[in-house]
């Protein structure tokens, strides 16, 4: 994960705390972070991350 460029939220506004961020670039997995603990990083599957997101967006 060293090499991860992570992105905030847009819902953040651009806030340094309390974001959620992810990682893009990697096949299988999506990297998820909060921004206040950047070293405890949760991966789950891209079909399980792209299914979340949708179901927020719904």
């Known amino acids: 994960m060293s090499a991860a460029r992570w992105r905030k939220s847009s819902y953040s506004n ?5 974001c959620v961020e992810v990682a893009d670039g990697f096949a299988l997995v999506v990297p998820v972070r909060d921004s206040k603990a950047p070293d405890h990083v949760l991966t789950m599957p891209t079909a399980s991350w792209r299914a979340f997101v949708g179901l927020v967006k719904n």
């Open 14 to 18: 651009g806030g340094a705390d309390n």
